[in-house]
């Protein structure tokens, strides 16, 4: 168990909808990134947040966006979902963002979009 | 941008062999971190073992070690002894240091099979 954790395991919706994400990093970690792991990308960075800013941007679409709040917890909203969006959407944490630190991983979340 | 490259999409040993996954990868930069992820089929991401590329000495943990060769741009895993419980895809994953933020480049991953 790494400590970081996700919400919910399994999620199944329609195209065209909206969903968010939720993950909860290490104790003491300030830094959250989201990850896409999908059959015909592999592993994408998507974004990364410090301390509730935004710090760097990777592979994200448009269409999806997130935030960290004051209490470090943070959400990925995907909106006008498409087939090619099913994927498995890991968030990672650090201590600091800094690059030498090791991201640990939460379990992920399951995206099934039908 | 920095590229990964792992070329031995499935690899499968007997119980207690030692088996060694390639990684190699593309860069510009002198200042970066490398990582090899664990993927169980529980499909939790578990870190292996980490190298910072400013080390000479190749990094060890437990029956895992790296063999990191900065100049051919090399970064191979070795597991030595393996176990049923090593079953899983393994992922190289890079990350340039310095300025600038970024999150992990990963490799696309070789799934590796310890047979009883």
């Known amino acids: 168990d790494s400590g970081v954790t996700q919400t919910p395991k399994h999620l199944i919706t329609a195209t065209g909808q909206r969903v968010t994400l939720r993950c909860s990093p290490r104790s003491g970690d300030l830094s959250v990134y989201w990850y896409q792991q999908s059959l015909d990308q592999g592993l994408q960075f998507l974004i990364q947040y410090y301390n509730g800013e935004e710090r760097a941007k990777g592979n994200i679409l448009e269409r999806f966006s997130a935030q960290q709040f004051p209490d470090l917890h943070s959400e990925l909203n995907l909106s006008s979902l498409e087939l090619g969006d099913s994927a498995l959407y890991f968030c990672a944490s650090s201590h600091t963002g800094r690059k030498e630190e090791t991201q640990y991983f939460g379990p992920g979340t399951r995206l099934l979009v039908l | 941008a920095q590229t990964v490259t792992q070329s031995q999409p499935e690899m499968s040993v007997q119980e207690a062999e030692t088996v060694t996954l390639s990684c190699t990868y593309d860069t510009s930069e002198n200042n970066y971190y490398l990582f090899w992820y664990k993927q169980p089929p529980s499909r939790q991401m578990i870190l292996v073992i980490r190298q910072e590329a400013y080390k000479q000495q190749n990094a060890t943990e437990n029956r895992f070690s790296v063999n990191f060769q900065k100049a051919a741009k090399s970064f191979s895993l070795k597991i030595s002894d393996s176990q049923l419980g090593d079953t899983a895809m393994y992922f190289c994953?890079?990350?340039?240091?310095?300025?600038?933020?970024?999150?992990?480049?990963f490799g696309k991953g070789t799934h590796l099979i310890i047979q009883p």
């Open positions: 994953a890079f990350i340039a240091g310095g300025g600038g933020a970024d999150g992990l480049t």
